[in-house]
């Protein structure tokens, strides 16, 4: 769990080819959950976007920030590229974060 308490882009989307949300935080797991638990109200409560499809992890926030900000720049095709390269079936990494 450790691994994740560090800064993180993530990318959650609410079913495959769905609606996306790129996001930034310290702490993945939690800020994973909260989304999936529906305690972060706005754009993610409301569309209900809750699968985290892609992460990638960052040594200092401010790396994180500017990967993230990039990111939402992007057209949609190159975030769905973006996915699919390290998730092709879009499978809910959830699981591979909670257990560690």
């Not at 900000?69 to 590229?81: D, Q, V």
Request: overall charge positive; hydrophobic content about 45%.
């Amino acid at each position: 769990m450790r691994r994740f308490l560090q800064p993180a882009v993530y990318i959650l989307a609410s079913r495959r080819n769905g609606t996306l949300y790129v996001g930034v935080t310290s702490n993945l797991l939690q800020r994973v959950w909260q989304h999936k638990n529906h305690l972060l109200p706005g754009f993610t409560s409301k569309y209900d976007v809750k699968l985290l499809v892609y992460f990638e992890l960052h040594a200092t926030m401010a790396e994180a920030i500017r990967r993230e900000k990039a990111i939402k720049e992007w057209k949609r095709a190159w975030k769905i590229r973006l996915i699919e390269e390290r998730n092709p079936s879009w499978s809910d990494l959830w699981a591979e974060i909670a257990k560690q």
